[in-house]
């Protein structure tokens, strides 16, 4: 499903005078809108949602030699896959493992940040939750397999930074706590965090504006602290899921290629898909219920009903635009 321009070799091939490049990465990039881009009539208004990794944390990745090989829209030395043993398996993301083995081998990794090959991005909402699940279970297996820790040739700076990949694959737990946090209180009355307004205020602010400024500064083109969240939001309840069978269970799944090409003109609503958003958002209507019940009768704390409030608030935004993007 990807499809290179005529000048790919000549951009690439010459990189591996230096006999310790192992392999050139070039991105994924797609010709056609993603599932959020098309879903929510937004094509022209946000990027694709890989360009953030394909063309930023790529590029960032490259100055520590720990460029991720992304499966396609690469050029290998064959002698260097031999030192490794060949493409190895056991996984169902081996294009991962065959990246960070042959940097642990110690040859060079380089990614050439220029579109070089266009493809298909996945279509439908459902897809792409099934591709981000196959990611996640694959890399935490890559992890499992050969260990982050102990893995021969890997420096410190490569070591953190397929950590760093590996915890990524754990927001959805993290999400879901997250969303869960105020319902608890408005539905249940019980204390989640034991502060006052004021105190949240001091460790929330500067943690905020932080991360405002970090995007603002390195990848204000490709995303946004408003989208992250709704990125994170639309797959937390599959990924967190996924993420944790796949941690403590280990579950074997068969490998399935992602649909592409897909051609229809019906309108249709993946309810299978939607119905934990629907629940999420039923509940949060259900929290903001007994808030305005508790402040009518003067029997809440106002100022953690106002905080619970605005958390949940800005939780369902996400969680209302994860349901439309359902609609296919």
């Known amino acids: 499903d990807m499809a290179p321009k005529s000048s790919f070799l000549q951009k690439t091939i010459g990189q591996f005078v230096d006999s310790k490049v192992g392999f050139v990465q070039t991105p994924q990039v797609f010709y056609n809108p993603d599932p959020f881009q098309f879903n929510l009539h937004l094509n022209q208004r946000i990027p694709n949602e890989q360009d953030l990794f394909m063309l930023e944390i ?31 398996t056991g996984t169902i993301t081996e294009d991962m493992a065959t990246g960070m083995l042959l940097e642990a081998k110690g040859y060079k990794a380089v990614f050439i940040n220029e579109v070089l090959c266009t493809g298909l991005s996945v279509e439908s909402f ?16 890559v992890v499992k397999k050969w260990n982050l820790l102990t893995v021969k040739g890997l420096s410190l700076a490569q070591r953190l930074i397929y950590t760093d990949g590996l915890v990524y694959w754990f927001f959805g737990v993290q999400k879901i706590i997250y969303i869960l946090c105020p319902l608890i209180y408005l539905i249940f009355g019980t204390v989640i965090l034991q502060a006052s307004p004021y105190n949240l205020l001091l460790f929330w602010l500067p943690s905020y504006l ?3 400024l970090s995007y603002r500064v390195l990848v204000a083109n490709n995303r946004s602290l408003m989208w992250r969240h709704i990125y994170e939001v639309a797959m937390a309840p599959y990924l967190a899921m996924a993420a944790l069978v796949e941690a403590i269970f280990a579950r074997p799944i068969p490998f ?47 100022g953690s009903l106002a905080v619970n409030v605005a958390w949940s608030l800005y939780n369902a935004f996400a969680i209302a635009i994860s349901i439309l993007v359902c609609v296919e």
């Open 58 to 88: 790529q590029a960032a990745r490259a100055r520590f030699n720990a460029v991720m090989h992304v499966g396609t829209n690469a050029v290998f030395r064959r002698k260097a896959l031999e030192d490794i043993g060949g493409v190895p």
């Open 256 to 302: 399935r290629v992602t649909p592409k090409g897909i051609n229809t003109d019906r309108t249709t609503f993946s309810l299978r898909t939607a119905w934990p958003f629907i629940f999420l958002l039923a509940a949060t209507l259900l929290g903001w219920g007994f808030a305005l019940k508790e402040m009518m009768l003067g029997a809440g704390n106002v």
């Open 126 to 141: 459902n897809d792409l939750i099934r591709q981000r699940e196959r990611w996640c279970r694959g890399n935490i297996q």
């Open 210 to 212: 932080a991360s405002f």
